[in-house]
């Protein structure tokens, strides 16, 4: 369970560096840079430490009162700063140390803008939690973010009614990154956006959504403010914006979400399960083989933007979104590669087009496997035929499942089963 308390290590401990932790002294030093005022901020702080087995991994979260900036009608807000995915010790309690030279840490913190209400006169510490399930994701995953990332939360980021229930990231505007004695930190700031704007950066990519929030203001404007009681979209506000920006981008540059977590499975039925030599072969109902490091490796790489991290369904990606089936078409129509990575087990299945690099799968065998992990070579022509077959899966009606696609000619039958039928070991 975190407190909130005010700080007493920022300015208590200014005159004695020599005790003070010099990771955490970093990023106080380039907070103070901002907030010179407000050396003693208030912080919510984990009571039991992640590193004497407690729950949460950031020992600190400061916030701050920020002003704004009245002449670029920048609204006054809270600024809240982590403390805790970068190596605030040194002495390996948390982090392993690798040098200055590399990241500290996870090489980033987290920060975060909240609009400040009429009459507020202390933040409200529901960001403090948002951060916490946020770096223990990373904790657990050792999937790093970065900005563009877009992360799907599925529920309104402070348990209210709000339509604001998923995030993009990008760099802070303020905080510069700093070179600490245990390697560099970056400030990657949290964004909170609707449904239709997350979609928009799994269709396209979140850089682009990001400066079109920056560019209404009231989605955000150039400092990205997340305002909870925000009830319009930028498509709402300009109805516009979909066609003549989101669609040319993806028509123009493709989509650059390269994966998701899903559950998912295959079998390659033109073989006996008993096969346990050929590596072409997996029986679902059996005990799988684990990844290779360098394949998991491989994977995670692909995956490292757009994990679903709630660990929702998402195969097939089926919802009431415009273009719902954009998100491989947006990859495969532009020479790249997509990831479905089960969240039962080891078990990813990627599809590439021709010429990626790096991929097992040829024109001469388009499907290889390397343990239970599979890539399937798809062909632009077959992409086409196998978007226009599975089209019904993106209308805004709700689909009834199981649905079977079988294209004989490939020798590929693709299934889309229920969350139950994932429950429980197939048979």
């Given at each position: 369970?975190d407190?909130?308390?005010?700080s007493?290590?920022?300015?208590?401990?200014?005159?004695?560096?020599?005790?003070?932790?010099?990771?955490?002294?970093?990023?106080?030093?380039?907070?103070?840079?901002?907030?010179?005022?407000?050396?003693?901020p208030?912080?919510?702080?984990?009571?039991?430490?992640?590193?004497?087995?407690?729950?949460?991994?950031?020992?600190?979260?400061?916030?701050?009162?920020?002003?704004?900036?009245?002449?670029?009608?920048?609204?006054?807000?809270?600024?809240?700063?982590?403390?805790?995915?970068?190596?605030?010790?040194?002495?390996?309690?948390?982090?392993?140390?690798?040098?200055?030279?590399?990241?500290?840490?996870?090489?980033?913190?987290?920060?975060?803008?909240?609009?400040?209400?009429?009459?507020?006169?202390a933040?409200?510490?529901?960001?403090?939690?948002?951060?916490?399930?946020?770096?223990?994701?990373?904790?657990?995953?050792?999937?790093?973010?970065?900005?563009?990332?877009?992360?799907?939360?599925?529920?309104?980021?402070?348990?209210?009614?709000?339509?604001?229930?998923?995030?993009?990231?990008?760099?802070?505007p303020?905080?510069?990154?700093?070179?600490?004695?245990?390697?560099?930190?970056?400030?990657?700031?949290?964004?909170?956006?609707?449904?239709?704007?997350?979609?928009?950066?799994?269709?396209?990519?979140?850089?682009?959504?990001?400066?079109?929030?920056?560019?209404?203001?009231?989605?955000?404007?150039?400092?990205?403010?997340?305002?909870?009681?925000?009830?319009?979209?930028?498509?709402?506000?300009?109805?516009?914006?979909?066609?003549?920006?989101?669609?040319?981008?993806?028509?123009?540059?493709?989509?650059?979400?390269?994966?998701?977590?899903?559950?998912?499975?295959?079998?390659?039925?033109?073989?006996?399960?008993?096969?346990?030599?050929?590596?072409?072969?997996?029986?679902i109902?059996?005990?799988?083989?684990?990844l290779?490091?360098?394949?998991?490796?491989?994977?995670?790489?692909?995956?490292?933007?757009?994990?679903?991290?709630?660990?929702?369904?998402?195969?097939?990606?089926?919802?009431s979104?415009?273009?719902?089936?954009?998100?491989?078409?947006?990859?495969?129509?532009?020479?790249?590669?997509?990831?479905?990575?089960?969240?039962?087990?080891?078990t990813?299945?990627?599809?590439?087009?021709?010429g990626?690099?790096?991929?097992?799968?040829?024109?001469?065998?388009?499907?290889?496997?390397?343990?239970?992990?599979?890539?399937?070579?798809?062909?632009?022509?077959?992409?086409?035929?196998?978007?226009?077959?599975?089209?019904?899966?993106?209308?805004?009606?709700?689909?009834?499942?199981?649905?079977?696609?079988?294209?004989?000619?490939?020798?590929?039958?693709?299934?889309?089963?229920?969350?139950?039928?994932?429950?429980?070991?197939?048979?």
């Amino acid at each position: 369970m975190d407190e909130m308390r005010p700080s007493s290590g920022a300015a208590a401990h200014l005159g004695l560096a020599s005790i003070f932790p010099p990771g955490l002294q970093a990023i106080y030093g380039e907070s103070r840079r901002l907030y010179p005022d407000q050396a003693n901020p208030l912080q919510v702080t984990a009571i039991v430490k992640y590193w004497l087995g407690g729950p949460d991994p950031l020992d600190y979260i400061s916030m701050y009162r920020n002003v704004g900036c009245p002449g670029q009608d920048i609204p006054e807000h809270w600024h809240y700063v982590s403390l805790g995915l970068s190596d605030l010790y040194g002495d390996n309690r948390v982090h392993e140390f690798t040098g200055q030279e590399g990241p500290s840490g996870f090489g980033f913190e987290l920060t975060f803008r909240l609009k400040r209400e009429a009459g507020e006169t202390a933040p409200p510490t529901w960001p403090a939690e948002l951060m916490q399930g946020l770096a223990r994701y990373v904790f657990q995953s050792e999937n790093t973010f970065c900005s563009g990332d877009h992360i799907s939360w599925h529920s309104p980021l402070d348990n209210s009614e709000s339509r604001i229930q998923h995030m993009l990231l990008t760099e802070d505007p303020q905080m510069l990154p700093v070179q600490t004695p245990f390697g560099h930190v970056s400030f990657l700031q949290i964004v909170g956006v609707c449904t239709e704007e997350l979609q928009a950066a799994q269709q396209w990519n979140g850089q682009g959504i990001l400066d079109l929030l920056r560019g209404v203001h009231i989605a955000g404007g150039p400092w990205l403010i997340t305002d909870m009681r925000r009830g319009e979209t930028i498509f709402d506000i300009d109805p516009h914006m979909q066609q003549e920006r989101v669609d040319k981008g993806i028509e123009t540059d493709g989509s650059n979400l390269s994966g998701v977590s899903a559950k998912c499975a295959w079998d390659d039925l033109s073989r006996p399960p008993e096969d346990e030599d050929d590596s072409r072969s997996i029986c679902i109902g059996s005990q799988p083989r684990r990844l290779s490091d360098k394949d998991t490796e491989q994977i995670r790489e692909a995956l490292r933007k757009g994990l679903e991290i709630k660990s929702k369904s998402v195969l097939p990606p089926i919802s009431s979104q415009r273009h719902s089936h954009d998100r491989p078409q947006g990859r495969l129509l532009h020479g790249r590669h997509f990831t479905y990575k089960s969240i039962n087990g080891d078990t990813a299945i990627t599809f590439v087009s021709t010429g990626v690099e790096g991929a097992f799968a040829t024109e001469e065998h388009p499907y290889a496997a390397h343990g239970p992990w599979l890539q399937i070579l798809l062909t632009e022509e077959f992409v086409e035929q196998m978007l226009a077959d599975i089209q019904d899966l993106s209308t805004r009606e709700v689909s009834k499942l199981p649905k079977e696609y079988s294209w004989p000619d490939k020798k590929l039958k693709i299934s889309v089963l229920p969350d139950t039928v994932f429950d429980s070991p197939l048979q």
